[in-house]
């Protein structure tokens, strides 16, 4: 967990466990959410264009790309053999 002390200096030390966040639109505008990764929920949304300070970014899932073996694979499969 993030720890804030000593009091007043207005410094964070560390990251804040177990929140991500992401950029997605509100009202069609940028907005950066926050969400709780235990529970999948989100918590927050600020509308500045400025992200939460000490939150980690999510990362998009990434396509898998398909090669030429594999799409040659499926068409083999799909042909039924009596």
Do not use: C, H, I, Y
């Amino acid at each position: 967990m993030a720890v804030n002390k000593p009091k007043g200096d207005n410094a964070r030390k560390g990251a804040v466990k177990k929140r991500s966040q992401r950029k997605s639109k509100v009202m069609g505008k940028a907005a950066w959410t926050k969400r709780d990764t235990g529970s999948g929920r989100f918590m927050d949304v600020k509308k500045s264009k400025k992200k939460f300070k000490g939150v980690r970014k999510e990362t998009g899932a990434r396509k898998k790309k398909k090669t030429k073996t594999t799409a040659r694979k499926k068409k083999r499969g799909s042909k039924k053999r009596l």
